[in-house]
């Protein structure tokens, strides 16, 4: 029988009855034309265009045998499964698959072969030739979630089982900084080969995301992009809600290293934050703060940052975003020494021996107050030596002149008088003030 494309009608000539019998490639039931003994017919309605990477629907029909009937369709290569059904009533029967063609710039040709066996042992055959057009790469970001606790899950998926690796990166104020990564096929990124479509390379990542304020919490977009040498490239964003990594008692200050554990020398975050005050002292116009430490600690110049971590230092966000309105400037006194804020370092303290300490004073300019908790400012530290090293505040500093002691940890509301949280102890659950530094 010759091949049958869809829409088409076939003629066909019964056997020792006159005249013809018409029937539809494509919705008519031919069981009526159904007779034991007589050869079987087998037709091939072929899809009209097929592209690499793409799905068909392939009809095969057929006329005259005695059900039921088994039914195969070989597709030389070019499709991504054959078909065979067995116990078939009647036909048509449909095969929807996947095309394959890996080229990218040229047609690939392949030849079919479909049979149809009628339960008496009787058969019949087609066949013939077609072309599947080249493939068009894509490269897909797909299945982005949050699982609401700083992890966003995503994948990268090329349909190209040859393409080149995909670069991947993923950006957002809220996300922390991913370098690119190369998407490859390695035990931790695995080719997926039993995927939909089948053939596709697939590679599973994890994005770690962190709160801008790691004390009341934000939310923010996500951003991950894909590219490839072939130039395909794609971008998919997420917007993710977090809560503040730590919960600071009502009241209270606190010097949080992001890191606990570091190698000598290097890098750490630390923000001092506050809970949130009572409405009867709220801060408003100033903000003093001796923050202390294990000598063998270092301020890292040019590391301060108002507010939380993160952004332009400049930027008064934290603390200071939650003023009504929120302050235009700073006033900065001179306590630094003759560098000015350059000049900050870590201090002996004379009353306590082995501890060291650095003082910071904020004015808020043309701004409101505030009872809300949040990052006062950041700043980061490193340890020159291996140790333990625990952070915390020092309220008051005995006067050298002997005039009394002097604030050292305090704020102020209306001006008039210095306001002391109720608890600068720095120890609370949950909440990390150590640094464990090794070699």
Request: with cysteine; hydrophobic share 40%.
């Amino acid at each position: 029988m010759s091949e049958l494309r869809a829409g088409t009608r076939m003629a066909v000539r019964l056997m020792g009855t006159a005249g013809l019998f018409l029937i539809s490639c494509a919705t008519e039931n031919v069981g009526e034309a159904l007779r034991p003994g007589i050869p079987i017919d087998v037709g091939v309605s072929v899809p009209d265009s097929m592209r690499g990477g793409e799905q068909a629907t392939w009809q095969v029909l057929w006329v005259h045998g005695t059900p039921p009937y088994t039914v195969t369709l070989e597709l030389g290569g070019g499709g991504w499964e054959d078909f065979e059904q067995a116990a078939a009533d009647s036909g048509p029967v449909n095969h929807e698959t996947w095309m394959v063609n890996d080229s990218i710039t040229a047609e690939a040709q392949y030849k079919y072969t479909a049979t149809v066996t009628d339960a008496a042992g009787a058969s019949g055959t087609a066949s013939g030739s077609y072309s599947v057009a080249p493939l068009i790469p894509v490269l897909e970001i797909t299945g982005m979630s949050h699982d609401g606790q700083g992890l966003v899950f995503f994948s990268v998926a090329s349909n190209h089982p040859d393409g080149p690796d995909a670069t991947v990166s993923a950006t957002g104020g809220i996300a922390v900084p991913q370098p690119p990564v190369e998407a490859h096929d390695s035990p931790d990124t695995p080719t997926v080969e039993q995927h939909d479509p089948p053939g596709v390379r697939q590679w599973d990542f994890v994005v770690p995301c962190r709160p801008l304020d790691i004390i009341d919490g934000n939310s923010g977009t996500v951003t991950v992009s894909a590219a490839d040498s072939w130039g395909n490239a794609a971008s998919e964003s997420i917007d993710v809600a977090l809560a503040g990594l730590y919960e600071i008692p009502f009241h209270s200050l606190a010097a949080i290293p992001l890191k606990t554990r570091a190698r000598v020398g290097e890098e750490v975050t630390v923000v001092v934050a506050c809970g949130d005050f009572p409405a009867d002292r709220p801060l408003r116009l100033l903000v003093g703060v001796r923050l202390t430490a294990d000598s063998g600690v270092e301020y890292v110049p040019n590391s301060l940052n108002f507010g939380a971590p993160g952004g332009p230092w400049h930027d008064f966000d934290g603390l200071w975003d939650t003023m009504d309105p929120p302050p235009e400037w700073f006033i900065l006194p001179d306590i630094f020494g003759p560098d000015g804020i350059d000049g900050i370092a870590f201090f002996d303290l004379s009353d306590r021996p082995g501890r060291v300490g650095l003082d910071f004073v904020l004015i808020p300019a043309e701004g409101g107050d505030t009872t809300r908790s949040g990052a006062l400012y950041s700043l980061r530290l490193r340890c020159e030596k291996p140790g333990l090293y625990r952070l915390g505040f020092q309220q008051l500093d005995p006067e050298p002149l002997g005039l009394g002691d002097a604030s050292r940890t305090y704020y102020q509301g209306d001006g008039l008088s210095h306001y002391f949280w109720a608890d600068i102890s720095n120890n609370y659950p949950d909440v990390p003030n150590t640094i464990t530094v090794t070699e």
